[in-house]
């Protein structure tokens, strides 16, 4: 886990992006701070994100930490504004700021927790948007002894909070075997086509028998498919893979860095996508 880093916040930053700016992982703690105290503010209609329980406080510092990094991600995708909140060692592409004020997150709130060990949890944030819409974005993170919370890499854009995954023991590879560019074709294909698809049967030709995927319905447009790594070794007929992409939000002209995990299947000699599983970097 990366020390923390920064200066001062001066008086005049009110801003949440302002204190992301000046100071770097020091001011996300001292948002995360505030944050635990006061609630997620986001309006006059706004709720705290955490839910009370036995282990409120460490929830709290998670979903304050994955919803900070949901709205600092959606006002600027850049990598220099997105480095505060990266574990050591962890890159992720950069992205094009939407113009301004057309990303107006109004409320934000975890609505889906995937644990996986080792202090690792992918958390959904559900980010309504002043223009209507909903962004559901899946942040994978990790939590260290001491508590400090830092992401995993670049989040997924997903149709709703579902089935994520991500391995503290699973190292990004190279594609193994003789099937590695028929795996990297039928992602760069998929995912264009399940960003854009409004019903899920117009995937159909992509997923193996009986998988069901919920498409995006044109939230977001794949601009490209900038790598496919695996995770795990091995050239067997069952494969998890990264996907990473960059996607576009049409009515804000904002560009993001995503990355999807998809568990795919070969039978009869073709590849298949049995589920859209999540995102690790």
Known sequence: MRQEVGHKVRSSNSSVRSLLQGTGRVAIWTVLGLLLVRGIEAGPDATPSAVAGPSAAVDSARSAFAVLFARSYLADPSAAALAPFLAEGVRVGT???PKKGAVDVTQAEVSGVEEFGAGRAVLTVACELRDSRTLYLA???VRSGAGEVAALGAPSIVAA????????NEQPQAVAGSDAG??????AKFLPEYGSAGDPGSLSYFLAPGASVMPLAGAVQFQAV????QLGSGEGPRRSVIAAAR???PPSGAVYPVAYRLALVRQGGRW???AVEGARA
């Open 95 to 97: 992205g094009t700021p």
């Open 226 to 229: 900038t790598g496919v790594s």
């Open 139 to 141: 942040v994978p993170i």
């Open 272 to 274: 298949y996508v049995e």
């Open 247 to 249: 996607v576009s939000d």
């Open 182 to 187: 028929a795996i990297e074709r039928l992602v």
């Open 161 to 168: 909070p579902g089935a994520t995954g991500v391995d503290s």
